[in-house]
């Protein structure tokens, strides 16, 4: 029975360790240590349980024994406890001193770390916002990365508001981001046609000047001018879609193309009817007479063949036109005089271009000038061409012996050429890259000049024809992809047109529409290469089609348009708006409305999103200048708030009662609600604690009246008047008669160990009053009762006279024990 009694009272929960007496009663040392022992099972106790910050710090100052402070210490967390118990051990206990200033000075640390992650978000954000209004695109990406990269260090710690803050400035950036990409894009993609047109047009210039310059006795390659047609078409359809092509540059092509085409048609014509000229120019040379039906065929084919004006007319073309009547060259009109002195002006100019080319030995050049001149020296008349009739039989001289010459040092370079295609035509090799190497050595040997050797240009076309033989079936399936192609092509006019008939404008999606517009394209411009001519059709079917997807898209477009520029008016009524929150909970409303617009114009709807944004950020701007204002507010009142804490800091329990009321109401006039969170906290904490420690000097003060009425009460005094007015009821109402008991009762409330004397009489009084339901005191204020109720009947009961000095003693020492809660 007795060890439950002792294990009850041990797990009832103590707030202070009993200290030690005043007055030394000089027991016996057998006594003392057994009052040790317990002090320090009891303390253990307490620290085994849930002790309070306010209970570790006393163990911490009166443990018993070292370990028990050097536990309390390590256990508290309270930086004023920390505080008080670091003041208190100061000189007297060396280790908790050093305990506590460690865990102070790891709670500053910490303390600062916090207030340092909490600039770094303040700057990350500032910096962000900062970068979404820049005009500085300059590694604009990267620095985005690296403020996200440390924006992950420090999100853990940021509020959501900051979170909020920083999310919608990287959500700006993010945008123009994408804006910039898509404008490099479209400028790279522009740059890219033009080149690819000026690319176009040269290859077209310099390859119609090349024809002009072609030798009469020759025919250029039928295949290759047509290939060159064809991808050059192609090559400049894709290279004007979707941009402006200015009408100069579309003129030029257009000219050079149809003068390419009517080249190549008569070309083709020559090539068909090859065999019909040769047999037709046989007639001259013949015996007898050309008949009319035969001159007629000849006239015929030669209106039919048309060879263009200003190229060099085929060796192959001469009989036929003889026979058709047609002279070598047509004559020219009659000019005046002054065209006559403007075209020996020229001709004089030409001259001298070309005696400077044959000085430099440039024989391409000087061959290009010599025809040059010829044909404005067959353009003049008599009396203007005499003049310079020697000096053109001169140059003529020099550029024989000139074309000799390089003759002479080109004819092993051709040889050379010549045996490196007839070792390709025996290599297997694959079709693209033979074809390709067959151009590239055909491309040496015409900027050699070509040759005046028959023989060794027969051994090289011989050469170059054996060498391409394996490439025709390669070439012919090509052809078949190009119908498949055509037919792709067409399987796309049929699914669009489909699409068109079927489709309900009223109802219809319109990203769906857009991205069938826009596969459509794509789609046809993979199915590449097809025949030009073959596709002139397909492609204008699809032109057509197109513009009848693209009027309903146009239209639904600019509707959009036209609700997205509402928007923007409406955001930018919403710059100067007040209230500020209202304003910004449209301007994330209107955010939402933008988003659920339909397709629009990429141009226009980037104008018009850059006037949305910019008006979005004049709104979103005032709020964050309301915040500054606020921190700045709330900035200085930590200040003002700092200084009052700082001077508050230097009362403590050993300053008087005025001092204490004086700190308590200058914490209180603070205005707590434009304080940042860590100052208020630490005013409400420094409240506390000015509140804990009034109310214990007061304690003290009403403890050591208590006392002297207690000695008052032993000796005889009336205490009365001195004593509490409410004593009276309580003296009547107390249930104590014997002095001892009545001590024994009150060191019991009060948690102080009786003299092993009274242990006996100590643990009975605890068992009746455990069995009459009146154990340990529930709570501060029913211990403090029951405590004044056995002063008052001490005082004013008249049990007081009775005692002796020692039972007013150890009453007193139970009092200065006295803790409530």
Not at 61 to 87: F, H
Not at 526 to 547: G, H, I, S, T, Y
Not at 592 to 616: M, V
Not at 794 to 811: F, P, S, T, V
């Amino acid at each position: 029975m007795a060890a439950f009694i002792q294990k009850l009272f041990r797990s009832r929960k103590t707030t202070e360790a009993a200290p030690k007496p005043r007055k030394a009663l000089q027991p016996e040392p057998v006594e003392q240590e057994d009052t040790r022992a317990s002090q320090r099972e009891e303390q253990l106790g307490t620290l085994d349980g849930s002790p309070s910050q306010s209970d570790l710090a006393k163990l911490a100052i009166e443990g018993v024994t070292s370990d028990i402070r050097q536990s309390a210490a390590g256990r508290l967390t309270d930086e004023a406890s920390l505080q008080e118990v670091q003041k208190q051990a100061k000189g007297r206990d060396k280790g908790v001193y050093q305990t506590v200033k460690s865990a102070l000075q790891q709670r500053r640390e910490e303390q600062a770390r916090l207030d340092s992650i909490s600039q770094t978000i303040a700057t990350l954000t500032r910096h962000a916002q900062d970068q979404a209004k820049s005009d500085d695109t300059k590694l604009y990406e990267a620095r985005l990365d690296a403020l996200l990269k440390q924006w992950t260090d420090v999100e853990e710690h940021a509020t959501p508001e900051q979170t909020q803050a920083f999310l919608e400035a990287v959500h700006r950036c993010k945008e123009r981001i994408t804006a910039l990409q898509s404008a490099a894009e479209d400028e790279k993609r522009q740059d890219e046609q033009q080149l690819q047109r000026r690319e176009t047009l040269d290859l077209l210039t310099r390859t119609l000047d090349e024809l002009k310059a072609q030798p009469p006795e020759t025919l250029p390659s039928l295949a290759s001018l047509d290939a060159l047609q064809k991808t050059q078409e192609n090559r400049w359809l894709e290279a004007t879609r979707d941009t402006t092509v200015e009408k100069q540059e579309q003129k030029s092509y257009e000219t050079a193309m149809l003068a390419l085409r009517n080249y190549l048609s008569s070309v083709r014509r020559i090539t068909q009817d090859r065999d019909t000229i040769v047999e037709l120019g046989a007639l001259l040379e013949g015996e007898g007479d050309p008949t009319d039906e035969q001159r007629a065929q000849a006239k015929n084919l030669v209106a039919e063949i048309n060879w263009p004006e200003g190229y060099p007319i085929p060796t192959l073309l001469e009989p036929l036109r003889k026979l058709a009547g047609k002279p070598k060259a047509p004559t020219q009109p009659r000019v005046d005089q002054e065209q006559q002195k403007s075209l020996a002006n020229r001709l004089e100019a030409d001259l001298n271009k070309l005696e400077k080319a044959l000085e430099a030995k440039q024989l391409k050049e000087s061959k290009q000038l010599f025809k040059t001149a010829q044909q404005h020296f067959r353009d003049l008349d008599q009396r203007h061409a005499k003049p310079f009739q020697a000096r053109m039989q001169l140059l003529n001289g020099q550029l024989r012996e000139l074309s000799d010459w390089k003759g002479f040092a080109t004819e092993p370079k051709q040889i050379a050429l010549c045996e490196q295609m007839e070792y390709l035509a025996d290599q297997p090799m694959d079709p693209e890259a033979k074809a390709e190497r067959i151009k590239e050595l055909q491309n040496e040997w015409r900027d050699l000049g070509g040759s005046s050797d028959r023989t060794l240009w027969s051994r090289f076309k011989a050469a170059s024809d054996k060498a391409y033989e394996p490439c025709k079936a390669y070439f012919s399936a090509k052809s078949g992809l190009k119908q498949a192609n055509l037919e792709k092509r067409a399987a796309i006019c049929e699914q669009l047109e489909s699409f068109l008939n079927n489709a309900d404008w009223s109802s219809i999606d319109w990203k769906a529409a857009e991205r069938i517009h826009q596969t459509a394209r794509q789609e046809w411009k993979e199915a590449w290469p097809v025949e030009f001519r073959e596709n002139r059709a397909v492609q204008k079917r699809f032109d057509e089609l197109l513009k009848r997807l693209e009027a309903p898209l146009d239209e639904e477009r600019r509707k959009n348009e036209t609700l997205k520029q509402a928007i923007v008016e409406k955001a930018e009524a919403l710059v100067d708006h007040e209230p500020l929150q209202e304003a910004m909970n449209q301007a994330k409303s209107l955010q939402g409305d933008w988003q659920a617009i339909g397709i629009t114009r990429h141009r226009e709807d980037r104008k018009l999103w850059q006037a949305f944004r910019k008006a979005c950020d004049q709104i979103f701007a005032r709020r964050d200048a309301e915040r500054t204002e606020q921190q700045q507010a709330s900035r200085a009142a930590d200040e003002s708030a700092q200084a009052d804490l700082q001077q508050a800091s230097g009362v403590s329990a050993e300053s008087d009662e005025q001092a204490i009321t004086a700190a308590l109401k200058t914490l209180r006039e603070i205005d707590p609600s434009s304080l940042s969170k860590g100052v208020k906290d630490q005013l409400q904490q420094e409240k506390q604690r000015l509140n804990q420690v009034l109310s214990t000097l007061r304690l003290r003060a009403k403890m050591a009246s208590w006392q002297s009425l207690v000695i008052a009460a032993t000796t005889g005094e009336t205490a009365k008047d001195a004593a509490p007015q409410h004593w009276s009821a309580l003296a009547e109402t107390s249930d104590a008669s014997d002095p001892v008991e009545l001590v024994i009762r009150a060191e019991i409330l009060c948690g102080v160990p009786s003299p092993e004397t009274d242990q006996q009489r100590r643990m009975e009084i605890q068992v009746r009053r455990l069995a009459d339901g009146m154990g340990a005191a529930d709570n501060g204020s029913d211990q403090m009762q029951d405590v004044e109720k056995l002063l008052a009947n001490w005082c004013l009961g008249g049990i007081g006279k009775d005692a002796n000095a020692e039972l007013a003693e150890r009453l007193n020492m139970a009092i200065a024990n006295l803790n409530p809660a």
